[in-house]
Structures are given as C-alpha cells and as structure tokens.
C-alpha cells in the first residue's frame, strides 16, 4: 500500500518530506474499515503515530477538493501530555496539511497565552495544545468546540497518570455529539478502556505495538552496581559507548539537579531538564543537543515526554522506572524510525529481584552484565581511534604542507602517539569502580559488621510497630533492665508486635537473669516481658503466624508519649 489514494494535499506533503509507503499504523487507520469510525491505537512512540492520525481525521477536515473546511471553530483537535510533544505534533501537522491551506494552533503551558486566543479566534483549523491549557481557553471562551469533527488523545496512558483525568473529561466533555474520538497509546491499562467506554462508540482496536512490550530495535541490559558507585558507573557507561546523544532518567528534580553537576564537572556537555526548568531553558537545552554543543541529557520522566531526538542512541535508567511502563516509556526515546538503541538499567544489588520481575512483566529479555571497566574503556577508545583513522581523508595543500614539516620535525611513531593523546585528552576519564560484582558487595557487606557479634543469642520484647516501638527508646530500656552497655547490644528488629534483638553469647545468660529480676511495674519500661527467643525473628515469625495475639499489650513508656507530643 501507498500514500496515493489520499487527497492529493497530503500525498504532495508526504512526497516533499520523502515519505514513499505508510508505517503499520499508518497503514491500519488508512484502511476502509477505519474510516469515520472512533479508534482505540495500541503504538510505541516512534512509529509514526502522529502522521497516523494526522491522517486518519483527514476526512473532517478537508472537503472534497482536498482543501481545509471552510469553518470559524477549529476542525480538529490534539491533546498531548506535554509542551514537547504538544509543540512537536504541532510542527509535524503543520508541514503536512499546509498544502491544504490549514491554519495550527499551539496551546500549551509556559507560552503566551493572548497570543494563543488571539490565534484561536483567529481561525485556527486545527488546535494542538496540552489538557490544562486547552481547559483554561476553553472555560475563557477562547476555544469553541462546536464544530470539532475529530479529536485526538495522544498518549493517553501517560495524560492519565500524570493527573490529568479531569481536565480531559472537562474537555471531552464539551464537545459535540457524532465527533470522532481517536486513543492512542503505547499501553492500554484499564482507566483507558473506562474511558473509552464513556467517549467512544464501538470503536475499532488497532493494535500495532506487537505481543512483545520491549522496542524490537532496543537492545536492554540490566548493570548490577554497589548502590554505592552508581555515579562512576553512568560515567564509565557514557564512556564506553560514546552514543552521539544520550539521556539519563532520574526520579526526582533534585537528582537531576545533582547528576547534572556531577557530569559537567567530570568534562561531559551535558544538560539538564525537569520541572524547574523554563520553557526558554528547556528549548536552549534541546537546541545544544540537537546541534552537537551537549551530547548528555539528565532529565525527569514528565520533562522528557515528546522529546524526539534523531541521534539519541542511548537511554540509561539511573533510577529504577516504577512499574513496566515507565520502564517501556522512558527506554522508547531511542530505538525510533528503524534505528538501533541500547536502554540500560542500573540495579543496585539488594533491588535485583524487582527489576528481574519488572523486566518479566514487560515481557522483555535484558542482558546482565557488569559496568564497564576502565579497561573495556581503554579499548572501546582504541577500535573507536582506530576505525576514525582509517576513513579517507581529503587533506588541503596546507594541512599536507605542515604534515611533511611534522615528519621532518618528528618521527611517525612520536607523531601517532601524539594524536592518541590529543584524542583521549577530549575525553573525561574512566572511574575505577571500587565494587564490581555481587560477591565483592556481599563480602564488604560482611566487613560492616560489629566485631564481636559473630556468635549471638536472639532476645525478644512484646512490643512493636503497633505500639509504637522505636529503638531510640528500645535501647536505653535494654540497658537498664539488663545491666549492659550499648555496645552489647547488636541488631534490633522491629516487627508489628513483638521486638527483636540480639546479645553476645558470653553475656546472655547475665542478661537474661538481670533482665527477670528488673521485672516490674514501675512505668519506665520494667512492665514489657524480655526473653529468649527460640529463632531468628524471621524464623520465629514464620512459627508463630496465625497464632491469636493477646487483647492488651503494654504500651510504650510516658517520656515516650511526651516526646512525641512536643514534636507536634
């Protein structure tokens, strides 16, 4: 199939931009069961989506010559997540129905909202505009919906989760009966289906994602790092691939804020994106990444919805995505329009088993590997050399010139050495990371313990979460009813009703009768029972699950009482 049956506006547009045959999703909408019907898109980011749909309402906005509508209200309208990707649809629909004549209108936040109305009650044909925005023109009175014949919610999965449910319901809300509702979404979690349920009628599902959740051209790897070094680790990673753009996801602005330093410190251009950043900063950083002044971006998930940059080879997941689909989200920024990507995870240790059960989740095969180390570097740097060197080079009478007068000067040998220092003199060094593999971080785990608790007995307490326990006033307690010191005392354990906690071998017999006689009544802890307990507490639990808790347990001391009370 081909772009020829379209109106001949769109087939000139798409043959200016080199466009010769539709994506799968293009495709789908394109087919005669799709037309004017509402439409339920499963599609991954980069698929070409927003042609897609750019296409698929053509029909309510062109008339039967091919020519925009000739109506006062906006024909169509868009609603993206984010200011980026709102402004990127309204790029993309712009070249394409330019030829029909069609005026586009952004709304999204950060920009000038009069000049926006003033573009809305100038005509605009079609409005592109992110959801609290587009509320804001629309309770106003700038934005008329009377004559919509199609709107569009582009990744609704993430407009939901971001919070963004009533201002899309307010929307959806106030247009007109018989108007097409097309969703498309990389996932498709139950609050979109309830939603389709309430917009849409007997919509037709298209499907274009594929069984498989992961991007076909993304290559997933899992990085088990000490918590420790996960900062030298995204250096050592940076390095090692050198991708012409790549962007690090992390949870939180203050994170970003830190990452960013880090890096540009270490002599990586680099920039930043989050929430705290303004429209103009988030525009500067986007242009020093699309023309080559900043190779690295630290960003947030919400920052980096809509970001489409060609190059973009290479996403690490500083922080651990929380659930599969910010995990597919964040990973399909690269492997887009036939390109390979590589999206990396960096799993401290002790969180290993949830990102195996994440990755299952997501239906997605990723390769455990170790960081790279400053070795691997070294001789990534050196194929890298290498294969630069050996491309033909077109050289100008001068550039030959000084090269003879260099090997007049010096030999070839010192000349070569030379350049291999110049080259790796651009490049920030490699970090040594201290703790490589799981076994090095469970022995330094090992060195961390106290001398002397090798061989413990386990105490336990009747007391716990439920009655407040907390080890600040746990210990002093311990101390006076067992006539120790602190030092004697090891881990405390506190669980939903009882506390354990451990004691030296050579002092629990002492304990254990100083503790019997300092039993009592007196108000300052003596009242709480402390014995031996038969297991380890999580043994001891698994033993006593099920079993009926007594009605009444001692609560905590007073001070205990008076020091929370004068925290407020």
Not at 383 to 409: N, S
Not at 483 to 503: D, K, L, M, P, S
Not at 533 to 552: H, I, L, W
Request: hydrophobic share 40%; with cysteine; net charge positive.
């Amino acid at each position: 199939m081909s772009f020829t049956d379209l109106p001949a506006s769109l087939a000139s547009a798409l043959a200016e931009r080199g466009y010769e045959t539709p994506t799968p999703v293009q495709q789908a909408v394109l087919e005669p069961e799709a037309h004017g019907r509402d439409l339920i898109v499963s599609a991954q980011t980069g698929s070409g989506k927003t042609i897609a749909f750019g296409l698929a309402f053509a029909a309510q906005v062109l008339d039967d010559e091919g020519r925009i509508r000739s109506t006062e209200a906006p024909l169509a309208l868009v609603i993206a997540p984010t200011r980026e990707l709102a402004l990127q649809v309204s790029r993309e629909l712009d070249w394409l129905y330019r030829p029909a004549g069609a005026r586009i209108a952004s709304c999204v936040g950060g920009m000038n909202a009069q000049q926006e109305r003033r573009a809305l009650r100038g005509g605009a044909n079609i409005v592109v505009g992110t959801p609290g925005r587009l509320r804001d023109h629309l309770e106003r009175g700038a934005l008329d919906l009377s004559g919509l014949g199609a709107v569009v919610l582009d990744e609704a999965d993430e407009m939901l989760d971001m919070g963004f449910r009533e201002e899309l319901e307010h929307i959806l809300d106030a247009t007109p009966d018989g108007r097409r509702v097309l969703m498309f979404s990389a996932t498709m979690p139950r609050p979109i289906e309830a939603m389709a349920r309430r917009y849409q009628h007997e919509a037709l599902r298209i499907a274009t994602a594929g069984a498989a959740r992961g991007h076909g051209d993304i290559s997933y790897q899992a990085v088990t790092v000490s918590p420790s070094e996960i900062e030298n680790a995204v250096v050592n990673l940076l390095r090692f691939h050198e991708a012409e753009t790549a962007i690090l996801f992390c949870a939180t602005r203050e994170k970003v804020r830190h990452l960013h330093a880090t890096l540009q410190e270490r002599g990586f251009g680099v920039v930043a994106l989050s929430g705290e950043h303004s429209q103009s900063e988030r525009n500067q950083a986007l242009q020093a990444l699309r023309d080559g002044r900043a190779r690295v971006c630290v960003a947030t998930d919400v920052a980096a919805r809509g970001i489409d940059l060609p190059g973009l080879s290479l996403v690490i997941h500083v922080e651990i995505p929380r659930d599969a689909e910010t995990l597919q989200h964040r990973s399909g920024r690269t492997g887009r329009a036939g390109r390979k990507g590589i999206a990396v995870i960096l799993v401290p240790y002790p969180r290993r088993k949830r990102v195996e059960s994440m990755l299952r989740h997501a239906k997605i095969n990723a390769e455990w590997v170790p960081a790279p180390d400053r070795d691997a570097i070294i001789a990534q740097d050196r194929a890298r050399l290498l294969e630069a060197l050996m491309q033909p080079v077109e050289a100008g009478e001068a550039d030959r010139a000084l090269a003879e007068t260099l090997l007049e000067r010096r030999s070839a040998s010192e000349i070569a050495t030379m350049l291999v220092q110049t080259h790796r003199a651009r490049m920030p060094e490699p970090e040594e990371l201290l703790v490589n593999s799981a076994e090095a971080h469970r022995n330094a785990q090992k060195e961390k313990h106290r001398p002397g608790f090798d061989d413990v007995v386990w105490f336990r307490m009747d007391i716990g979460r439920r009655q407040n326990a907390d080890p600040r006033w746990v210990l002093p307690i311990l101390c006076r009813r067992g006539h120790v010191t602190r030092n004697e005392i090891g881990a405390i354990r506190i669980g939903q009703h009882e506390t354990y906690f451990q004691i030296p071998s050579n002092v629990a017999d002492n304990f254990a009768r100083a503790a019997a006689r300092t039993a009592g009544d007196d108000g300052d802890g003596s009242d709480l029972t402390i014995e031996r307990s038969n297991a380890p507490p999580r043994a001891e639990a698994r033993v006593n699950k099920g079993k009926k808790r007594p009605a009444n347990r001692p609560a905590p001391p007073p001070r205990y009482h008076q020091r929370r009370s004068r925290k407020g």
